[in-house]
C-alpha cells in the first residue's frame, strides 16, 4: 500500500497498466487551500522569506504554484481515469466519507474485492473500521500528538493534521478570497469539464 499526493501523471506507467488499485480522495477547493496552507505555515523555516500572507497563498494555489501541481487539474486527471478505468480507480470527496462513511467504506471494500461477510456486518466491522479510521481518532492517537520531530525534516507529527472538517475555510477566508477560489472552480470545473460534484 502506498499513499501518495503525486499527480496521475507521475505514477508509474507500469502502475497504471497493471490491475493495482487506485483510491483517490478529494476536497472541497477552499477547504483543500485552507488546510494546505496550515500544513505549510506550520512547517516552514524559522527564517523562511516566501509567502507569508493568505492572500498571496490563495493567488499562488489559484495559479497551480503549490506542491503536486494544480489543484484543478490534479483532481480533474484522477476523475477521468476513474470513469475510464472504473474497476481500478475508485474516486470519492472528503465531503461524502463524512456525510456517509458506512456506505463508503462499504463501497470502498467491494473496490478492492474485499467485501464484508455476512458475519463481519453482524458484528458491527464496519462501524468499528469508521471508529478507528475517523478524524477524531487518528488525530488523538500519541504518535500524532508528540512534539518529536519526523525523520529530521522539520516537521512536528501533528503538523500533519488540521481539524478535518468540512466547511472550516468559511472560518479563515474573506469572502473576497472565497469567490476568488469559487471563480478558479467554477471556470475549471463548470465551464471546462461539466464537473459539478466538487463545487
Known amino acids: 500500500m502506498l499513499a501518495t499526493h503525486a499527480p496521475i501523471g507521475l505514477l508509474p506507467k507500469s502502475l497504471l497498466e497493471s490491475k493495482c488499485k487506485l483510491v483517490y480522495l478529494s476536497r472541497n477547493p477552499k477547504d483543500t487551500f485552507v488546510s494546505y496552507w496550515h500544513f505549510a505555515m506550520n512547517t516552514k523555516p524559522e527564517n523562511y522569506a516566501g509567502v507569508s500572507s493568505i492572500e498571496e497563498g490563495v493567488d499562488m494555489f489559484c495559479k497551480g504554484l503549490i506542491i503536486c501541481g494544480p489543484f484543478w487539474d490534479h483532481v480533474l486527471d484522477y476523475w477521468n481515469a476513474s470513469l475510464e478505468k472504473s474497476d481500478n480507480v475508485f474516486f470519492l470527496t472528503y465531503e461524502q466519507l463524512l456525510s456517509e462513511p458506512i ?6 471494500a467491494d473496490f478492492l474485492g474485499y467485501g464484508f461477510s455476512t458475519e463481519e456486518e453482524d458484528s458491527r466491522m464496519v462501524d468499528a473500521i469508521v471508529k478507528m479510521c475517523s ?12 512534539s518529536n520531530k519526523v525523520s529530521g525534516d522539520g516537521f512536528t507529527n501533528k503538523s500533519f493534521f488540521w481539524r478535518g472538517e468540512a466547511g472550516d475555510w468559511k472560518n479563515h477566508l474573506m469572502l473576497e478570497l472565497a469567490n476568488l477560489l469559487d471563480d478558479v472552480t467554477e471556470q475549471k470545473f463548470i465551464i471546462g469539464h461539466n464537473f459539478k460534484s466538487l463545487v
Open 135 to 146: 478524524f477524531e481518532n487518528l488525530s488523538k492517537l500519541e504518535v500524532n500528538n508528540c
Open 103 to 108: 456506505p463508503l467504506v462499504r463501497r470502498l
